[in-house]
Nanobody, 126 residues
């Protein structure tokens, strides 16, 4: 069964950091571009960053540039999202997902992703 499993969320104070992890189960992540998305209560799902195969292509949303860093460790079948200088506005459920296409231009349109994890909650509050 193909699955993505996120972990690493939690409650953190403003200015703090978290590293979110996305583990592949049932398939090798190194064959795919992986994206991170988030959804805050009452808001639409937002793409925050993606990393292409071999880490060669990275896209980061303007809203998180300079604070979010995506990386991958294919040997461990993992993709990570390092989040620094956390703000209350970063509070959301964070999801990782698999880009469904091969050879298509990479983007953070959720419709272009097929398998999704269950999400991990990030809450930024003092």
């Amino acid at each position: 069964q193909l699955q993505l499993v996120e972990s690493g969320g939690g409650l953190v104070q403003p200015g703090g950091s978290l590293r979110l992890s996305c583990r592949g189960s049932g398939f090798w992540l190194d064959m795919y571009t992986i994206g991170w998305f988030r959804q805050a209560p009452g808001k639409e799902r937002e793409g925050v960053s993606l990393i292409g195969r071999n880490g060669g292509n990275i896209i980061c949303a303007d809203s998180v540039k300079g604070r979010f860093t995506i990386s991958r460790d294919d040997a461990k079948n993992m993709v990570y999202l390092q989040i620094d200088s956390l703000k209350p506005a970063d509070t959301a459920v964070y999801y990782c997902a698999r880009f469904r296409y091969s050879g298509k231009s990479l983007d953070l349109d959720a419709q272009n992703y097929d398998y999704w994890g269950q999400g991990t909650q990030v809450t930024v509050s003092s």
